[in-house]
T-cell receptor, first 113, second 113 residues
Framework: KQEVTQIPAALSVPEGENLVLNCSFT??????LQWFRQDPGKGLTSLLL?????REQTSGRLNASLDKSSGRSTLYIAASQPGDSATYLC????????????FGQGTRLTINP | DGGITQSPKYLFRKEGQNVTLSCEQN?????MYWYRQDPGQGLRLIYY???????QKGDIAEGYSVSREKKESFPLTVTSAQKNPTAFYLC????????????FGDGTRLSIL
């Protein structure tokens, strides 16, 4: 059974720092991995999708990497801003289990001005 | 604008009552999903549907029911058999295909009176 873990559960950093969020998964047989952002009381906004054949994806100040063999992904946020404060979730779509996404518990990020 | 609309935003259920959460999408997506999110946790799949008039149970389907009579609509009923229904419910949709991302609505928060 696929399990997804995100560490740390919460992170607080000063504005302007570069930071890395971690995501690990137990079964490397995946189609893709998706990073989401969730603001309090809101739905999920898709940030980046990395296919299993890819090593990384970039969008603006965000860069996500995927090492399928080791079961790890990282989300790198450059020059963090207070508006980046949110919960960040990663999810994998496994080869087993139709088109279901398996989610981590999220990292709650706070950027302090 | 294309998107996913969930209603209502807040819903209250009395003991023994069934309630229905609405999910409508105008993205022309074939696949639709319902997830449950509990505080501080990731999302868990309740039901999903890949085609009209067909749907499959997810990991936590007990106490829930769905229908898919139209491509754009996938309502979720929380029945009285669901003993712990208080949660945040998220609907998602996607194009069919293992490489396709899922897109989410803004959620419905269900509470018990």
């Amino acid at each position: 059974k696929q399990e997804v873990t995100q560490i740390p559960a919460a992170l607080s950093v000063p504005e302007g720092e570069n930071l890395v969020l971690n995501c690990s998964f137990t079964d490397s047989a995946i189609y893709n991995l998706q990073w989401f952002r969730q603001d309090p009381g809101k739905g999920l906004t898709s940030l980046l999708l990395i296919q299993s054949s890819q090593r990384e994806q970039t969008s603006g100040r965000l860069n996500a990497s995927l090492d399928k063999s080791s079961g790890r992904s990282t989300l790198y946020i450059a020059a963090s801003q207070p508006g980046d404060s949110a919960t960040y979730l990663c999810a994998v779509k496994g080869i087993q289990g139709a088109q279901k996404l398996v989610f981590g518990q999220g990292t709650r990020l706070t950027i302090n001005p | 604008d294309g998107g996913i609309t969930q209603s209502p935003k807040y819903l209250f259920r009395k003991e023994g009552q069934n309630v229905t959460l609405s999910c409508e999408q105008n993205l022309n997506h074939d696949a639709m999903y319902w997830y449950r999110q509990d505080p501080g946790q990731g999302l868990r799949l309740i039901y999903y549907s890949q085609i009209v008039n067909d749907f499959q149970k997810g990991d936590i389907a007990e106490g829930y029911s769905v229908s898919r009579e139209k491509k754009e609509s996938f309502p979720l009923t929380v029945t009285s058999a669901q003993k712990n229904p208080t949660a945040f419910y998220l609907c998602a949709s996607s194009i069919l295909g293992f490489d396709q991302p899922q897109h989410f609505g803004d959620g419905t928060r269900l509470s018990i009176l």
